[in-house]
């Protein structure tokens, strides 16, 4: 008789263990889920404010050449700053050019503009669940128009 009280003692433990156990478990994977969309909102956020002020310290027809490649396409893009850049004059073409040496370091340019969001969100570097949601709140920020379109583009050029 203290045998069978025992084991139902213990079955009925087992069983609210295993109850909370998966109830813990599902409440842990509804706030990891809620953390990683309040981050990828906070790092789109955080890369759109260090990006325009990166692509704010640029000439203006790099930006342009970036906005009619996403626009127009690479080779009208590259013919319109082309027909701009012969018709400049030498000022111009040496500000332009100085930039456009600064751009073929790109990852140092913009690790000095967004060295903290991009170690701030580190721990999701590799995540593709993250990098989607990230760019999904820049489409939705009209002040981030170019860095989504970048970011965009670097993805589906990552993809090929």
Do not use: W
Not at 9 to 37: H, M, P
């Amino acid at each position: 008789m203290l045998q069978k009280i025992f084991l139902n003692l213990l079955l009925t433990l087992l069983t609210t263990f295993v109850f909370v156990a998966t109830a813990n478990a599902q409440a842990t994977e509804q706030s990891e889920e809620q953390k990683l969309e309040t981050d990828a909102k906070a790092a789109a956020k955080g890369m759109c404010e260090c990006m325009n002020l990166f692509f704010d310290a640029l000439h203006p027809k790099l930006i342009d050449l970036m906005t009619d490649m996403l626009e127009v396409g690479e080779e009208q893009a590259q013919a319109n700053f082309f027909a701009y850049l012969t018709s400049a004059s030498s000022e111009e073409q040496a500000l332009i050019g100085k930039d456009i040496e600064r751009m073929e370091d790109i990852d140092v340019e913009l690790y000095a503009f967004c060295g903290d969001v991009i170690e701030r969100y580190s721990v999701y570097d590799g995540s593709k669940e993250f990098e989607v949601k990230m760019i999904s709140h820049l489409s939705q920020l009209p002040e981030c128009k170019l860095v989504y379109s970048v970011m965009k583009l670097g993805r589906e050029d990552g993809e090929n």
